[in-house]
């Protein structure tokens, strides 16, 4: 199987920046994604990892070191629109539809 | 249009009901999934289907029953559900597999089995 972790909270003020960590146990391991969802929305994709390194997607920003297992997911300029939950997600060689989620992290933007 | 829908958005029935979740996509995408989702947890993938053929079940009790009449139309059978079942259920689309193509989520259904 795989497991997955990260934060289960983070509060930030707005404008600030937040990085959510996410460590992964699983074999044959294929990409990183994250997905936001709101209260009583459905999640949407920000980002997919599949080799080490940064990508940048506006003021979001995730990365990825398959040697340690890791990924990072950063929110740069916080806005209040950004308090949501935030989910790692990871698939497999083995079986490439399947996402398997992280328990997610709830972001809250202050004023 | 990269919308998936689903209807209804709220559903009550008993145990002994059988009801049905629809979910549509018009991308042109290949795979289709359901997912359960509890309050304050990850979704959890329910099944995956692939050019129309079920190619994922995550062990879901029999009372769900999946169906795919076509490329863009999902369906989600429910029979002789449990209190336990209520939950926002979830469909989703992607291009191709999963690790590399984005899942477009549709808005859900709210489920309450009484």
């Known amino acids: 199987g795989q497991s997955l972790e990260q934060p289960s909270e983070v509060t930030a003020v707005e404008g600030a920046i937040v990085q959510i960590n996410c460590t992964y146990q699983?074999?044959?391991?294929?990409?990183l994604s994250w997905y936001q969802q709101h209260d009583g929305g459905a999640p949407t994709f920000l980002s997919y990892?599949?080799?080490?390194g940064l990508e940048e997607t506006g003021r979001f920003s995730s990365f990825l070191s398959r040697s340690d297992s890791y990924g990072y997911l950063l929110l740069q300029e916080l806005q209040m629109k950004d308090s949501a939950s935030y989910f790692c997600?990871?698939?497999?060689?083995?079986?490439?539809?399947?996402?398997?989620f992280g328990a997610g992290t709830t972001v809250t933007v202050r004023a | 249009d990269t919308e998936v829908t689903q209807t209804p958005k709220h559903l009550v029935m008993g145990m002994t009901n059988k009801k049905s979740l629809k979910c549509e996509q018009h991308?042109?995408?290949?795979?289709m999934y359901w997912y359960k989702q509890k309050a304050k947890k990850p979704p959890e993938l329910m099944f995956v289907?692939?050019?129309?053929?079920?190619?994922i079940n995550e062990s879901v009790p029999s009372r769900f029953s999946p169906e795919c009449p076509n490329s863009s139309l999902l369906n989600l059978h429910l029979h002789a559900l449990q209190p336990e079942d209520s939950a926002l259920y979830l469909c989703?689309?992607?291009?191709?597999?999963?690790?590399?193509?984005?899942?477009?989520f549709g808005p859900g259904t709210r489920l309450t089995v009484t």
């Open positions: 997600a990871v698939s497999l060689r083995s079986n490439d539809y399947k996402l398997s």
């Open positions: 991308m042109g995408h290949r795979a």
């Open positions: 289907y692939s050019y129309e053929k079920l190619s």
């Open positions: 989703a689309s992607s291009q191709e597999g999963s690790g590399s193509y984005e899942q477009y």
């Open positions: 990892n599949a080799l080490d």
């Open positions: 699983t074999s044959g391991f294929y990409g």
